[in-house]
């Protein structure tokens, strides 16, 4: 498995409260990746990022912020919960153009949070 | 963008049977079609991938076919099994030169004993 850790696993907080989700890598990877996944929508696009202080929104980022100060940790945050932030986050990490020359995407084990 | 459309939603085998999973694409430039296994509780897993060069590849029990001209591809479970029960993912990068991949909406396949 990729040496990809995200924490916390899981977390309950309140509507309007702020949250920073985790990413670590130990790939070395340049590209991060944070989805949402909801029953129905599949997986989401929130952010990513192609090298450190290098970000971009993805399909679903109101609401959320990304950040980046080292290639091995990009970091998601609600800046002020709500309750429709409710879902299951995944990192994921690519390093596009390497020795497979591939844009696969390998997964993290996944964040559960729950907005009351 | 490039838009993936996913089918069928649900699919239920009986133990041993084969499995059908289709996936068509938008971009005729997308050139990398990977398929991910998520199971319950757990991220998605890259199950196989396959290059717009190439018109089929087969693991094992799995195969991935793709026709460029129609803008589709499948994946191929054959003598299904119980642990092949999970939420499987097909993708679509590489047009305009995009490394980001575009999902579809999932298969929830359900292997009956």
């Known amino acids: 498995d990729a040496g990809i850790t995200q924490s916390p696993r899981h977390k309950v907080t309140e509507t309007g409260t702020p949250v920073t989700l985790r990413c670590h890598q130990t790939e070395n990877h340049r590209y991060m990746y944070w989805y949402r996944q909801d029953p129905g929508h599949g997986l989401r696009l929130i952010h990513y990022?192609?090298?450190?202080?290098?970000?971009d929104k993805g399909e679903v980022s109101d609401g959320y912020s990304v950040s980046r100060s080292k290639t091995e940790d990009f970091l998601l945050t609600l800046e002020s919960a709500t309750s429709s932030q409710t879902s299951v986050y995944f990192c994921?990490?690519?390093?596009?153009?390497?020795?497979?020359?591939?844009?696969?995407?390998?997964f993290g084990p996944g964040t559960r949070l729950t907005v009351l | 963008g490039e838009n993936v459309e996913q089918h069928p939603s649900t699919l239920s085998v009986q133990e041993g049977d084969s499995a059908v999973i289709k996936c068509t694409y938008s971009?005729?430039?997308?050139?990398?079609f990977p398929w991910y296994k998520q199971e319950l509780g757990k991220g998605p897993q890259l199950i196989i991938d396959i290059r717009s060069n190439v018109g089929e590849k087969k693991d094992q029990r799995i195969a991935v076919t793709l026709n460029k001209t129609a803008k589709h591809f499948s994946l191929h479970i054959t003598e299904t099994q119980p642990e092949d029960s999970a939420v499987y993912f097909c993708?679509?990068?590489?047009?305009?030169?995009?490394?980001?991949?575009?999902f579809g909406r999932g298969t929830s396949l359900i292997v009956h004993p």
């Open positions: 994921a990490i690519s390093e596009p153009g390497g020795i497979r020359l591939t844009d696969t995407q390998y």
């Open positions: 990022s192609y090298g450190v202080k290098d970000t």
């Open positions: 993708a679509a990068s590489g047009g305009g030169g995009s490394y980001i991949p575009t």
């Open positions: 971009d005729s430039a997308s050139n990398y």
